[in-house]
């Protein structure tokens, strides 16, 4: 049982405590829930590992180019001997205890802001003890970023687990620049409103000087929210607060396109591509879903509609098979456990009713694949379908983009990810319309060539344009350009 709430309050300590010698102090400090790095015991081997994607990629270059160090969780109670560097970088973990990670990370963090911020999909729960030891893990990542930045330095602070972390920080260290971005989608005022810590999670982000989003949407309804429930005034772009100037704006994320590239074009990959379609049957068309097994992602809607098109005739088992990747994720979370048993029901009762011998309509897997592994994925893929009730960005829609180097392969893709703001070419849907979605698929399959190759060169040419790497240093120009 955890300990009564008012014994794990820590309190703050005053200002000119900050111990770390000065010279050791970084003028680049990135906070993020997790670390770079993770533990993983696979293939008989025990040890860290950089954590896969293109953000920890581009993170870590702008701290290689800054003099900089990153403050994360390890992402594991047990380990607590998370390595003290990585790629030339300075890494600082800041751990949990099991009860903490319990009402911090599942609790506060993800059964009360993840649905919140996705358009409550699920009702999200409000407890009292989650709030305060959210409130005490950020102070704890706070104190540690006052620690190891240098005078007049800069903190980027990462997404919705550490919204109070600005406001906490100015306390501590007035001197710094701090930014803060949020990667998942900032919800209407009607939704914010339902928080009961609403003001207090206000004045945490208002901490910041530079406040980004995915999308402009997302950054209007965060502004107009502070003017309603803070004292700030201004504009969705700059807000006035406290006697200081908030930047606040869009800063769409994207992904590593030049490594995505080189990966779609090495023979050894794109030879992959191919055994993976034989494998597969040599089917006429393979669609293709990935996502983190997430109640968010419209999975089961998408195999619904699916269904319905072998149901209908519009696909057939013998020509047609979908690829459905769910990697596994916050998997002591009752409501993704639930998720994936669903799921994994109505795949099976797909396959029982619309298979064939050796032959199931959707090839379902559970498992973390190698990035190497998806690019052939998306190579091999004709449709990909992405289909989120709402994301803030969907990165998986921009990497199967970025894969077709022809200029096939067609997205059907949902209006309430972030990424259809600049993926016009893609088949738009609305995720809660099966029809919609079944429409969206039929149209993708018949798409003549000359279109398939209009809308994919009309997405890659928007990704190209900014890169992961473009991305971090246009946060990191715009908060220098803060303040001044
Ligand atoms: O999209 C938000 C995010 O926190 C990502 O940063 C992360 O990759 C994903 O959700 C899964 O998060 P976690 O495993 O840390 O709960």
Same mark, same amino acid.
């Given at each position: 049982?955890?300990?009564? !709430?008012?014994?794990?309050?820590?309190?703050?300590?005053?200002?000119?405590?900050?111990?770390?010698?000065?010279?050791?102090?970084?003028?680049?400090?990135?906070?993020?829930?997790?670390?770079?790095?993770?533990?993983?015991?696979?293939?008989?081997?025990?040890?860290?590992?950089?954590?896969?994607?293109?953000?920890?990629?581009?993170? $870590?270059?702008?701290?290689?180019?800054?003099?900089?160090?990153?403050?994360?969780?390890?992402? +594991?109670?047990?380990?607590?001997?998370?390595?003290?560097?990585?790629?030339?970088? @300075?890494?600082?973990?800041?751990?949990?205890?099991?009860?903490?990670?319990?009402?911090?990370?599942?609790?506060?963090?993800?059964?009360?802001?993840?649905?919140?911020?996705?358009?409550?999909?699920?009702?999200?729960?409000?407890?009292?003890?989650?709030?305060? $030891?959210?409130?005490?893990?950020?102070?704890?990542?706070?104190?540690?970023?006052?620690?190891?930045?240098?005078?007049?330095?800069?903190?980027?602070?990462?997404?919705?687990?550490?919204?109070?972390?600005?406001?906490?920080?100015?306390?501590?260290?007035?001197?710094?620049?701090?930014?803060?971005?949020?990667?998942?989608?900032?919800?209407?005022?009607?939704?914010?409103?339902?928080?009961?810590?609403?003001?207090?999670?206000?004045?945490?982000?208002?901490?910041?000087?530079?406040?980004?989003?995915?999308? @402009?949407?997302?950054?209007?309804?965060?502004?107009?929210?502070?003017?309603?429930?803070?004292?700030?005034?201004?504009?969705?772009?700059?807000?006035?607060?406290?006697?200081?100037?908030?930047?606040?704006?869009?800063?769409?994320?994207?992904?590593?396109?030049?490594?995505? !590239?080189?990966?779609?074009?090495?023979?050894?990959?794109?030879?992959?591509?191919?055994?993976?379609?034989?494998?597969?049957?040599?089917?006429?068309?393979?669609?293709?879903?990935?996502?983190?097994?997430?109640? $968010?992602?419209?999975?089961?809607?998408?195999?619904?509609?699916?269904?319905?098109?072998?149901?209908?005739?519009?696909?057939?088992?013998?020509?047609?098979?979908?690829?459905?990747?769910?990697?596994?994720?916050?998997?002591?979370?009752?409501?993704?456990?639930?998720?994936?048993?669903?799921?994994?029901?109505?795949?099976?009762?797909?396959?029982?009713?619309?298979?064939?011998?050796?032959?199931? +309509?959707?090839?379902?897997?559970?498992?973390?694949?190698?990035?190497?592994?998806?690019?052939?994925?998306?190579?091999?893929?004709?449709?990909?379908?992405?289909?989120?009730? @709402?994301?803030?960005?969907?990165?998986?829609?921009?990497?199967? !983009?970025?894969? @077709?180097?022809?200029?096939?392969?067609?997205?059907?893709?949902?209006?309430?990810?972030?990424?259809?703001?600049?993926?016009?070419?893609?088949?738009?849907?609305?995720?809660?319309?099966?029809?919609?979605?079944?429409?969206?698929?039929?149209?993708?399959?018949?798409?003549?060539?000359?279109?398939?190759?209009?809308?994919?060169?009309?997405?890659?040419?928007?990704?190209?344009?900014?890169?992961?790497?473009?991305?971090?240093?246009?946060?990191?120009?715009?908060?220098?350009? $803060?303040?001044?």
């Amino acid at each position: 049982m955890s300990k009564p !709430v008012a014994n794990r309050v820590r309190p703050v300590p005053a200002q000119g405590l900050i111990s770390n010698r000065e010279s050791e102090r970084a003028d680049l400090v990135v906070v993020a829930n997790r670390l770079p790095v993770q533990h993983s015991s696979s293939n008989g081997s025990e040890g860290w590992r950089p954590s896969p994607g293109g953000l920890v990629s581009a993170l $870590t270059a702008v701290l290689q180019s800054r003099n900089g160090l990153w403050i994360g969780w390890s992402g +594991t109670s047990e380990h607590q001997d998370a390595p003290l560097t990585f790629e030339g970088i @300075r890494l600082k973990a800041v751990n949990f205890s099991k009860a903490e990670f319990d009402d911090f990370y599942l609790g506060f963090s993800n059964a009360t802001l993840w649905p919140l911020y996705h358009d409550a999909i699920r009702a999200p729960t409000f407890h009292r003890a989650w709030w305060q $030891t959210y409130s005490n893990i950020n102070m704890r990542y706070a104190i540690a970023a006052a620690e190891s930045v240098a005078p007049g330095g800069s903190v980027w602070i990462h997404d919705y687990q550490l919204q109070l972390v600005p406001q906490m920080l100015r306390q501590l260290r007035p001197d710094v620049r701090i930014g803060f971005f949020l990667h998942i989608p900032f919800p209407p005022i009607e939704l914010f409103m339902q928080l009961p810590w609403r003001r207090e999670i206000l004045a945490g982000l208002l901490g910041s000087d530079l406040i980004g989003f995915q999308v @402009r949407q997302a950054a209007s309804n965060f502004s107009r929210m502070a003017r309603r429930q803070s004292s700030a005034t201004g504009t969705d772009s700059s807000l006035d607060f406290h006697g200081r100037v908030i930047r606040v704006g869009a800063f769409p994320i994207s992904v590593d396109c030049e490594q995505i !590239v080189a990966l779609a074009n090495d023979p050894t990959i794109r030879a992959r591509a191919r055994e993976i379609r034989k494998d597969l049957g040599d089917p006429e068309l393979v669609l293709l879903g990935v996502d983190r097994l997430d109640y $968010t992602k419209g999975i089961q809607q998408r195999i619904k509609a699916v269904s319905e098109l072998f149901q209908d005739g519009s696909l057939s088992a013998d020509k047609h098979i979908m690829v459905q990747v769910a990697v596994p994720s916050r998997e002591t979370d009752a409501h993704y456990d639930l998720e994936r048993h669903s799921l994994e029901q109505i795949v099976s009762e797909v396959n029982g009713e619309h298979g064939l011998v050796g032959r199931p +309509t959707i090839n379902y897997l559970h498992q973390n694949l190698p990035f190497e592994e998806l690019v052939a994925l998306y190579l091999a893929a004709d449709i990909m379908i992405v289909t989120p009730f @709402r994301d803030g960005m969907n990165l998986v829609a921009k990497e199967y !983009v970025m894969c @077709r180097t022809d200029l096939t392969g067609r997205l059907v893709l949902s209006e309430f990810a972030g990424a259809a703001a600049e993926l016009g070419g893609a088949f738009m849907v609305n995720p809660h319309d099966l029809e919609g979605i079944k429409e969206a698929i039929r149209l993708a399959i018949i798409v003549g060539p000359k279109e398939e190759k209009d809308r994919m060169s009309r997405m890659r040419r928007k990704i190209v344009r900014r890169n992961v790497y473009d991305w971090a240093e246009s946060f990191l120009a715009a908060l220098q350009q $803060t303040g001044s």
